[in-house]
């Protein structure tokens, strides 16, 4: 069972797509039916354990265009304005995140060379952590409460 479920309203579109998938496969299952198979599928004894479980999760964090950021890009502080999200449909939970930066970020750590980023696209979980890592272990970019 993941650690992370995703929302409820992503969990019955699940529950649709399987049960057209089925439907066009030639079974033919109930609505109830496929709720009862995405609980299963999610380590769940049934539906109204995942719905009870899924219910207390806590918020997830959203953003929109506009919104002002602050956080740190490989490693280096920034604040900024969202300038665009894309929900990344092959990993539920994830968007990618465009940020212009208020000042632009120096993304090299070598003292003889600089590059220097003004907006980056970034993709992050509902917590603002990004999956991708810098070879330390860093993830390239975690967005501050």
């Given at each position: 069972?993941?650690?992370?479920?995703?929302?409820?309203?992503?969990?019955?579109?699940?529950?649709?797509?399987?049960?057209?998938?089925?439907?066009?496969?030639?079974?033919?299952?109930?609505?109830?039916?496929?709720?009862?198979?995405?609980?299963?599928?999610?380590?769940?004894?049934?539906?109204?354990?995942?719905?009870?479980?899924?219910?207390?999760?806590?918020?997830?964090?959203?953003?929109?265009?506009?919104?002002?950021?602050?956080?740190?890009?490989?490693?280096?502080?920034?604040?900024?304005?969202?300038?665009?999200?894309?929900?990344?449909?092959?990993?539920?939970?994830?968007?990618?995140?465009?940020?212009?930066?208020?000042?632009?970020?120096?993304?090299?750590?070598?003292?003889?060379?600089?590059?220097?980023?003004?907006?980056?696209?970034?993709?992050i979980d509902e917590t603002g952590v990004?999956?991708?890592?810098?070879?330390?272990?860093?993830?390239?970019?975690?967005?501050?409460?």
């Open positions: 069972m993941s650690s992370r479920l995703p929302s409820l309203d992503e969990m019955k579109a699940q529950a649709r797509r399987l049960r057209t998938s089925l439907a066009e496969a030639g079974s033919e299952v109930s609505h109830s039916k496929s709720l009862e198979l995405i609980a299963r599928q999610h380590g769940f004894a049934d539906w109204n354990t995942l719905y009870a479980k899924a219910g207390n999760e806590p918020p997830r964090r959203a953003w929109n265009p506009g919104d002002r950021v602050k956080g740190s890009y490989l490693g280096q502080a920034f604040e900024g304005t969202v300038l665009a999200l894309k929900a990344v449909t092959s990993m539920p939970g994830y968007v990618t995140i465009t940020v212009d930066f208020d000042e632009p970020v120096d993304v090299v750590e070598f003292e003889s060379f600089s590059a220097f980023r003004k907006r980056v696209t970034a993709t990004s999956p991708s890592k810098t070879s330390n272990g860093r993830p390239h970019m975690v967005l501050a409460d």
